[in-house]
Structure formats: structure tokens, C-alpha cells
């Protein structure tokens, strides 16, 4: 079995590594190099278990880090008696890994432990606590207890904005999800559509019209081609959709369903950007989708035209309507692609000669033709 051996923890190398290594150097150097009277051996000890300490309370974030905090206030306690009343300096570092503990009780047992540490050193060494190294070391004292709440506060604000990040990608992958069955619907169940519908006449021409048949047959296989065109497109999320290319394939498609078909452009001069002629695309398609799903139209007219600054592509037939269809997921996909480009798609359906889709975009400055 092969053990991992833990030096220092990735995460505080870039705040904490060379403030600690700076901190053990000093330390060391100061007791070695002392003419105290503590004998060698029993320095050497106190660095040992000191650096013990401070490993454990480096690793870990439950009891043993207080337990270690508290022998490394002890040894701190022992170095400023007989070594140098400043030695309290090094208790900040464990008042900087104190704050990181996952229980407020241990917290606050490790303030108390700060505490006594320093009024021992000072009850110990000076004849009065209103000396001049005791007002310098009150404050310090205070600031040590402070600092492992500071420092909690602080991990703690980390771990929220951590977690906030978690939910957004959450929020994103959601959003995603929402995409991709919104693209698979408007495009995938497009054309399964257009396959289902000229399988349905595929079967009526068997018997009627066998010489149509292979035709037929062969308008469902590249149909079929172009839904695995479509689905390739998705998986490599080439999301461009040509708004003029789409309005050509819809156009044919109503046109094999026996649905007559015009198109008229009264402005081709407009150029649309990428996401505007992509969000237009797929809600002519989905628009398309409809019409051979529910209209049982005969004639299908596709009008665009600029006004007031507007770009509006209006499709009308002369179907059923969609007063027994109520608004789905693929009315409810127009609007919101309409709404991103912050324009609007209304569903006209008020009258029995048919159904007008209207899908209104703003044109960009400067992109508007002269009348």
C-alpha cells in the first residue's frame, strides 16, 4: 500500500505557505540561537512538538485542531517565559487556523486559551501589567482573540459564495437543458413531422398512384438525412440557422404536404446578425411544424416587411386554426426566442379562415432602408 504524504494544502499555498515558512524560520532561528535558560535538548523538544502542532492543525478542522492549538499556546507560553515576553507574536498563526474550525465552541475555547497565554506570560515576567511591554502586548493579545473570528467570517463568506457559484452553474446547466429540448423540438420533432406526413401520403399512393411512390420514398430518405444532419449540428452545437435557407426548406416541405406556398420579401437588403437570423429560423420552423401538425391548410402565404424601425415576418394560412390546440411548448419557444431579441411573436387566431403567426424583431441602427 502506498501512502500520500501531505506537506501543505494546495488551497493555502498561494496566501499562506511563504507567511509560514517566514514564521518557522524566525521561530527556529530565534530559539537555537537564544542564550536562555533552557538547555538545547529542551528547545529542541519545544520545536518539535510546536511544528507537530502545527501540522495537525494544518490538516485537519475538528477537535484536533483545537487540541493542537492549545499545546502550541502552551509551548508559545513556555518560550515567553524563558526565551522572550515577544514570542506571543507567533500566536497568530494558530489564531489564523483557529478561525477555520468547523465548531463556534472550539472557537471560543481557543480565544480563552489566547487569553490565558498572555496574561501568564505577562503575570510571569512583569512586575506590573502597566508596564510598557504590557501595553504593547494588550493589544496584540486583542487582536489575536479577534482574528479567529475574523477569519471564521471569512471562510465562511468564502463557502457562500462557493456555494452560490455551485447554484449558477446549476442554473446554467438547467438553462442548457431548456436549450437543447427546445432545439431538439424545433428542429428534430420539425422534421420527424415532415417524415410522418409523407409517410401517411407514402401508404394512400400505394394503391392509388404506385408510380408516385419512389418518389415519395426517396424525399422521406434525404428527409431522413437531414434529420441526422440535424442531430450531428446539435451534438457539435453548430446553432447557425440561415433564416433565408430555412424559409426556402419550409417552403418546399409545405409544398410536397400539398399546401401552395408564396414567399415575398419586401426588404432583402436588411442584414441580420447571426442570433437574430438563427432565432427567426427556428421559429419559421416551429411556426411550419404547426401548420402541418394542426391547420389542415391548403395555402400558406409568407410575407417580411420593415416598418417604424421594426423587421416583421408574418405567416398566414388558411386552415382550421388552432382554436382546439391552445398555446404549446412550440408557441411558448417562439415567443421566448422573440422576447431574447427583445421583440415579440403573436399568434393570431381569431378568425376560421386560418392562423397568422407574426414574429417582430427591432432593426438595428443604420440597418433600415431608405423609403
Same mark, same amino acid.
Given at each position: 500500500?502506498?501512502?500520500?504524504?501531505?506537506?501543505?494544502?494546495?488551497?493555502?499555498?498561494?496566501?499562506?505557505?511563504?507567511?509560514?515558512?517566514?514564521?518557522?524560520?524566525?521561530?527556529?532561528?530565534?530559539? $537555537?540561537?537564544?542564550?536562555?535558560?533552557?538547555? $538545547?535538548?529542551?528547545?529542541?523538544?519545544?520545536?518539535?512538538?510546536?511544528?507537530?502542532?502545527?501540522?495537525?492543525?494544518?490538516?485537519?478542522?475538528?477537535?484536533?485542531?483545537?487540541?493542537?492549538?492549545?499545546?502550541?499556546?502552551?509551548?508559545?507560553?513556555?518560550?515567553?517565559?524563558?526565551?522572550?515576553?515577544?514570542?506571543?507574536?507567533?500566536?497568530?498563526?494558530?489564531?489564523?487556523?483557529?478561525?477555520?474550525?468547523?465548531?463556534?465552541?472550539?472557537?471560543?475555547?481557543?480565544?480563552?486559551?489566547?487569553?490565558?497565554?498572555?496574561?501568564?506570560?505577562?503575570?510571569?515576567?512583569?512586575?506590573?501589567?502597566?508596564?510598557?511591554?504590557?501595553?504593547?502586548?494588550?493589544?496584540?493579545?486583542?487582536?489575536?482573540?479577534?482574528?479567529?473570528?475574523?477569519?471564521?467570517?471569512?471562510?465562511?463568506?468564502?463557502?457562500?459564495?462557493?456555494?452560490?457559484?455551485?447554484?449558477?452553474?446549476?442554473?446554467?446547466?438547467?438553462?442548457?437543458?431548456?436549450?437543447?429540448?427546445?432545439?431538439?423540438?424545433?428542429?428534430?420533432?420539425?422534421?420527424?413531422?415532415?417524415?410522418?406526413?409523407?409517410?401517411? $401520403?407514402?401508404?394512400?399512393?400505394?394503391?392509388?398512384?404506385?408510380?408516385?411512390?419512389?418518389?415519395?420514398?426517396?424525399?422521406?430518405?434525404?428527409?431522413?438525412?437531414?434529420?441526422?444532419?440535424?442531430?450531428?449540428?446539435?451534438?457539435?452545437?453548430?446553432?447557425?440557422?440561415?433564416?433565408?435557407?430555412?424559409?426556402?426548406?419550409?417552403?418546399?416541405?409545405?409544398?410536397?404536404?400539398?399546401?401552395?406556398?408564396?414567399?415575398?420579401?419586401?426588404?432583402?437588403?436588411?442584414?441580420?446578425?447571426?442570433?437574430?437570423?438563427?432565432?427567426?429560423?427556428?421559429?419559421?420552423?416551429?411556426?411550419?411544424?404547426?401548420?402541418?401538425?394542426?391547420?389542415?391548410?391548403?395555402?400558406?402565404?409568407?410575407?417580411?416587411?420593415?416598418?417604424?424601425?421594426?423587421?416583421?415576418?408574418?405567416?398566414?394560412?388558411?386552415?382550421?386554426?388552432?382554436?382546439?390546440?391552445?398555446?404549446?411548448?412550440?408557441?411558448?419557444?417562439?415567443?421566448?426566442?422573440?422576447?431574447? $431579441?427583445?421583440?415579440?411573436?403573436?399568434?393570431?387566431?381569431?378568425?376560421?379562415?386560418?392562423?397568422?403567426?407574426?414574429?417582430?424583431?427591432?432593426?438595428?441602427?443604420?440597418?433600415?432602408?431608405?423609403?
Amino acid at each position: 500500500m502506498v501512502y500520500e504524504i501531505k506537506i501543505y494544502p494546495r488551497e493555502q499555498i498561494k496566501h499562506y505557505l511563504i507567511i509560514d515558512v517566514m514564521s518557522l524560520i524566525v521561530l527556529i532561528t530565534m530559539v $537555537l540561537w537564544s542564550h536562555s535558560a533552557l538547555p $538545547l535538548a529542551a528547545r529542541i523538544s519545544i520545536l518539535g512538538l510546536y511544528l507537530g502542532a502545527f501540522y495537525i492543525a494544518l490538516w485537519h478542522r475538528d477537535w484536533r485542531l483545537l487540541v493542537a492549538s492549545l499545546v502550541a499556546f502552551l509551548l508559545i507560553t513556555i518560550l515567553g517565559i524563558y526565551e522572550d515576553i515577544f514570542m506571543l507574536i507567533f500566536g497568530f498563526t494558530f489564531a489564523d487556523l483557529l478561525g477555520r474550525a468547523k465548531s463556534k465552541w472550539h472557537i471560543a475555547i481557543g480565544m480563552l486559551g489566547i487569553a490565558v497565554m498572555f496574561l501568564g506570560v505577562m503575570k510571569l515576567t512583569t512586575d506590573s501589567l502597566v508596564t510598557v511591554e504590557s501595553q504593547v502586548l494588550a493589544p496584540m493579545m486583542i487582536i489575536q482573540m479577534v482574528f479567529p473570528v475574523l477569519i471564521y467570517f471569512v471562510e465562511k463568506s468564502k463557502n457562500l459564495q462557493s456555494e452560490l457559484a455551485d447554484v449558477n452553474t446549476q442554473l446554467v446547466q438547467q438553462e442548457e437543458r431548456q436549450r437543447i429540448a427546445r432545439d431538439l423540438h424545433d428542429t428534430i420533432g420539425h422534421t420527424l413531422t415532415m417524415i410522418k406526413i409523407k409517410t401517411e $401520403l407514402t401508404t394512400k399512393l400505394i394503391d392509388r398512384d404506385p408510380s408516385s411512390v419512389k418518389q415519395e420514398l426517396n424525399e422521406i430518405l434525404a428527409t431522413t438525412r437531414t434529420a441526422l444532419k440535424q442531430v450531428r449540428e446539435l451534438v457539435s452545437d453548430m446553432n447557425f440557422v440561415s433564416l433565408q435557407t430555412e424559409l426556402i426548406h419550409c417552403q418546399q416541405l409545405l409544398q410536397s404536404a400539398n399546401i401552395t406556398t408564396t414567399l415575398h420579401n419586401q426588404c432583402p437588403t436588411i442584414v441580420l446578425s447571426s442570433v437574430e437570423e438563427t432565432m427567426l429560423a427556428l421559429c419559421v420552423r416551429e411556426a411550419t411544424t404547426n401548420l402541418l401538425k394542426h391547420s389542415e391548410a391548403k395555402k400558406c402565404h409568407m410575407t417580411i416587411h420593415c416598418h417604424n424601425g421594426l423587421y416583421t415576418l408574418e405567416m398566414k394560412d388558411d386552415g382550421i386554426g388552432l382554436s382546439q390546440k391552445g398555446l404549446g411548448n412550440g408557441i411558448h419557444s417562439m415567443k421566448e426566442r422573440m422576447q431574447v $431579441l427583445q421583440g415579440s411573436a403573436t399568434v393570431e387566431n381569431n378568425t376560421p379562415t386560418g392562423t397568422s403567426v407574426v414574429l417582430t424583431i427591432p432593426i438595428q441602427d443604420g440597418k433600415e432602408p431608405l423609403t
